[in-house]
């Protein structure tokens, strides 16, 4: 069964840049995406975007171009980084897999989550 | 953006009784393919979000069939027809058609 963990820093300092990794085991990342979503401290969830196990990616358009998401396949890993944080940055920020729909494989679901680590800015 | 907008926020309900969430969104969820971009997800508490309704109406593996999803276009609604304890947590919609957002969340809780 396919596992997702997360890890970095707890805490970050303002105009840093915060470097996340999401660790895949108990499976392959071919054939799949995998995605980075947020929960801001009001628990409104922010999906940030996703990367397909090539290497192609797909950023949510309303968020600034501060987020950058990459794979390494060799270790099972990809990984976000967001420049220039913020106190808004403060989150739990979570990685999940994107697999495809059993009726319908065109589409993706978010099928699989990691337990989420929190991130908070501060100085 | 594609704004999705869920009511109640807050839903207490009584075990065994039905339940109901709505979710707006500002665009048409409606693919070319015939199916609706749409997904229900629940957060319990201390854990993260699952997977509950697909495309709309479709239950995921393992979901009970007391959950239920209908709806098209910009109208959605999730429906559980017997509440139970196990149910409460944050429901989340969350729209797939352009880029992903989620709403707002609603909040079951036993009365």
């Known amino acids: 069964q396919v596992q997702l963990q997360e890890s970095g820093p707890g805490l970050v300092k303002p105009s840093e840049t915060l470097s996340l990794i999401c660790t895949v085991s108990g499976g392959s990342m071919s054939s799949y995406y995998w995605s980075w979503i947020r929960q801001t401290p009001g628990e409104r969830l922010e999906y940030i975007g996703d990367?397909?196990?090539?290497?192609?990616?797909d950023y949510n358009p309303s968020l600034k171009s501060r987020f950058t998401i990459s794979v390494d396949t060799s270790k099972n890993q990809f990984s976000l980084k967001v420049r220039s944080v913020t106190a808004a940055d403060t989150a739990v920020y979570y990685c999940a897999r994107l697999g495809p729909a059993a009726t319908y494989s065109y589409y993706y679901y978010l099928d699989v989550w990691g337990k989420g680590t929190t991130v908070t800015v501060s100085s | 953006d594609i704004v999705m907008t869920q009511s109640p926020l807050s839903l207490p309900v009584t075990p065994g009784e039905p339940a109901a969430i709505s979710c707006r969104s500002s665009?048409?969820?409606?693919?070319?393919?015939?199916?609706?971009?749409l997904d229900w997800y629940l957060q319990k508490p201390g854990q993260s979000p699952q997977l509950l309704i697909y495309l709309g109406s479709n239950r995921a593996s393992g979901v009970p069939d007391r959950f239920n999803g209908s709806g098209s276009g910009t109208n959605f609604t999730l429906k559980i027809s017997r509440v139970e304890a196990e149910d409460v947590g944050v429901y989340y919609c969350?729209?797939?058609?352009?880029?992903?957002?989620f709403g707002q969340g609603t909040k079951v809780e036993i009365k």
């Open positions: 990367i397909y196990y090539t290497g192609s990616t």
């Open positions: 665009q048409s969820l409606l693919h070319r393919s015939g199916y609706n971009y």
């Open positions: 969350m729209q797939a058609l352009q880029s992903r957002t």
